[in-house]
């Protein structure tokens, strides 16, 4: 007999700028080429809040957010082949169908076999699993990690280690495979290199141990919030500083005290007048600057081209650039060796009833991550 649908709790976000509420939302079972998963726990990520705040140009409502989170396969649909009922996953919000032009293209992690419906808040099928009352709900990033229960086709599941603890390995679901891939994957930082990074929460500190790792002599962290230095600091940062105080562009300074500007720069904020300044703190005729930031709907960013033509480079990373299915695994695995820690970065940890304040600490600039136990 095929899987039932499940009544479980979701915190649902009825319309942007609200506060989300918790709801006992019904789960339908998977269909085609989807699994089922029963979250175990879910980071709560800056991106969370940017679509929650309605900033995002695809965010639609009512939708379950987050994309931050580990769990087990609860029951799986006709024709799934590659995981399990019992299997321990990651959910991906950048798929790996391992068959689609920028799949087999060995030149990115952007798989798109699903992103349209994906970006319309529903399934490869049109639909959506979710429903209150009958009401569909949508899904967001392909993942809805604030539920319980959540249905994702099965080319957006990570299988794991079932030996990694799910309460810290979600935040490899995005902010710390993140900011390592943005390092080794995007920008492939040199040892001896000096770095640049911009924003010290989740995914800027994950982007110091990456930094770290790849043998960076000299890693800046940038950040308005002093309160962000220490870990920063204990993570590899060598120095950190904050904007505010100096008189002139943070990027003057950063030119004037690395001898001409750093070799890489990570924008991890959002800001788009950070991301100019990223950019132009690169040395002349080599540095790369890589946004990471989400920036909101109609802002772009500007620079004087002369800053390209004499050999800044500007790049983007998404999920690190790191393949889900293929690569994630090997992460869960380097951090069960004790390769890099992740505790350091859970300041907080609630129940799914308690979610609202984890936007809250966020917000406040109080929280790293808060990870949410189901
Ligand atoms: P966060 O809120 O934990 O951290 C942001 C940090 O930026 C904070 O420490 C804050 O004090 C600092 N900051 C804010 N304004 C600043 C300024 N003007 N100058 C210097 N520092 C400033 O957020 P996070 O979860 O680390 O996410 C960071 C960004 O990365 C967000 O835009 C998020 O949407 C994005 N993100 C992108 C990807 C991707 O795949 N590209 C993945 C995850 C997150
Ligand atoms: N929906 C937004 C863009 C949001 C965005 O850039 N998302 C990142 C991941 S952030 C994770 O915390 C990403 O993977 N982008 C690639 C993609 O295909 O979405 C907008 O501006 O429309
Ligand atoms: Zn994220
Ligand atoms: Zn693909």
Same mark, same amino acid.
């Given at each position: 007999?095929?899987?039932?649908?499940?009544?479980?709790?979701?915190?649902?976000?009825?319309?942007?700028?609200?506060?989300?509420?918790?709801?006992?939302v019904?789960?339908?079972?998977?269909?085609?080429g989807?699994?089922?998963?029963?979250?175990h726990?879910?980071?709560?990520?800056h991106?969370? &809040?940017?679509?929650l705040s309605?900033?995002?140009p695809?965010?639609?409502?009512? &939708?379950?957010?987050?994309?931050?989170?580990?769990?087990?396969?609860?029951?799986?649909?006709?024709?799934?082949?590659?995981?399990?009922?019992?299997?321990?996953?990651?959910?991906?919000?950048?798929p790996?169908?391992?068959?689609?032009?920028?799949?087999?293209s060995?030149?990115?992690?952007?798989?798109?076999?699903?992103?349209?419906?994906?970006?319309?808040?529903?399934?490869?099928?049109?639909?959506?699993?979710?429903?209150?009352?009958?009401?569909?709900?949508?899904?967001?990033?392909?993942?809805?990690?604030?539920?319980?229960y959540?249905?994702?086709?099965?080319?957006?599941?990570?299988?794991?280690?079932?030996?990694?603890p799910?309460?810290?390995?979600?935040?490899?679901?995005?902010?710390?495979?993140?900011?390592?891939?943005?390092?080794?994957?995007?920008?492939?930082?040199? &040892?001896?290199?000096?770095?640049?990074?911009?924003?010290?929460?989740g995914?800027?500190?994950?982007?110091?141990?990456?930094?770290?790792?790849?043998?960076?002599?000299?890693?800046?962290?940038?950040?308005?919030?002093?309160?962000?230095?220490?870990?920063?600091?204990?993570?590899?940062?060598?120095?950190?500083?904050?904007?505010?105080?100096?008189?002139?562009?943070?990027?003057?300074?950063?030119v004037?005290?690395?001898?001409?500007?750093?070799?890489?720069?990570?924008?991890?904020?959002?800001?788009?007048?950070?991301?100019?300044?990223?950019?132009?703190?690169?040395?002349?005729?080599?540095?790369?600057?890589?946004?990471?930031?989400?920036?909101?709907?109609?802002?772009?960013?500007?620079?004087?081209?002369?800053?390209?033509?004499?050999?800044?480079?500007?790049?983007?990373? &998404?999920?690190?650039?790191?393949?889900?299915?293929?690569?994630?695994?090997?992460?869960?695995?380097?951090?069960?060796?004790g390769?890099?820690?992740?505790?350091?970065?859970?300041?907080?940890?609630m129940?799914?009833?308690?979610?609202?304040?984890?936007?809250?600490?966020?917000?406040?600039?109080?929280?790293?991550?808060?990870?949410i136990?189901?």
């Amino acid at each position: 007999m095929g899987a039932e649908t499940i009544r479980c709790k979701a915190a649902v976000a009825w319309g942007a700028g609200e506060r989300l509420v918790i709801e006992d939302v019904d789960v339908m079972p998977p269909q085609l080429g989807e699994v089922r998963v029963k979250l175990h726990a879910t980071g709560v990520c800056h991106t969370d &809040a940017f679509t929650l705040s309605g900033d995002d140009p695809e965010g639609v409502f009512p &939708a379950i957010l987050g994309h931050e989170g580990a769990g087990i396969v609860e029951s799986v649909g006709e024709g799934v082949t590659s995981v399990s009922v019992g299997d321990h996953v990651i959910p991906l919000y950048t798929p790996e169908c391992g068959e689609c032009k920028f799949c087999l293209s060995g030149k990115t992690n952007l798989c798109q076999k699903i992103r349209a419906t994906q970006g319309k808040g529903l399934m490869p099928d049109g639909s959506t699993r979710f429903s209150v009352n009958g009401q569909p709900i949508y899904h967001y990033m392909g993942t809805s990690t604030f539920s319980e229960y959540t249905v994702l086709p099965e080319i957006s599941v990570a299988k794991i280690n079932p030996a990694a603890p799910s309460n810290e390995v979600c935040l490899l679901g995005c902010g710390v495979t993140t900011g390592m891939g943005a390092v080794t994957n995007t920008a492939k930082v040199e &040892a001896g290199s000096c770095v640049a990074i911009f924003g010290l929460g989740g995914i800027g500190l994950a982007t110091i141990i990456g930094a770290k790792m790849a043998g960076a002599a000299r890693i800046i962290g940038i950040d308005i919030n002093e309160e962000k230095f220490p870990l920063a600091k204990k993570l590899g940062a060598t120095e950190c500083i904050n904007p505010k105080d100096y008189n002139q562009p943070i990027q003057d300074v950063i030119v004037g005290i690395t001898n001409g500007g750093v070799d890489y720069s990570f924008e991890c904020v959002g800001n788009v007048n950070l991301m100019r300044s990223a950019l132009e703190s690169c040395h002349k005729g080599w540095g790369e600057s890589i946004i990471i930031g989400v920036a909101g709907a109609g802002q772009e960013i500007t620079t004087r081209p002369f800053q390209l033509v004499t050999g800044r480079v500007w790049k983007g990373s &998404a999920f690190g650039g790191v393949k889900g299915r293929s690569e994630l695994p090997a992460f869960v695995e380097r951090y069960l060796a004790g390769e890099f820690k992740l505790d350091d970065f859970i300041t907080h940890t609630m129940p799914l009833s308690q979610i609202n304040d984890a936007f809250d600490l966020m917000h406040e600039g109080k929280s790293i991550r808060s990870v949410i136990h189901f």
